[in-house]
């Protein structure tokens, strides 16, 4: 089976410079999205459930942000990473 999908990767550059921050993280934003290759076509001829319970046009989405804080703005928190995972398909 071939892999169907999307990624792209955007960084944001100093989020909260322009609300005057000492020193502002550095956030990048990471979306990837896969379709599965069973029961693939458009919207309207790829509905409903098949005998195995799948559904057509189903899709994972997951979207990743990553913040990274410097060292001089006086935290220990040094960033991490935010997910939100998002799985659909047509009935």
Known sequence: PVVQGFVQLRELGNFGAAAGAKDPPQVSLLLIARRSCRRAGTR???RGLDDAGEVGNWVETEQLVHIRRGPQDGSSDPGGWLSLAQVRGSI
Do not use: C, L, V
Request: hydrophobic letters at 65%; charged letters at 0%.
């Open 44 to 46: 309207f001829n790829a």
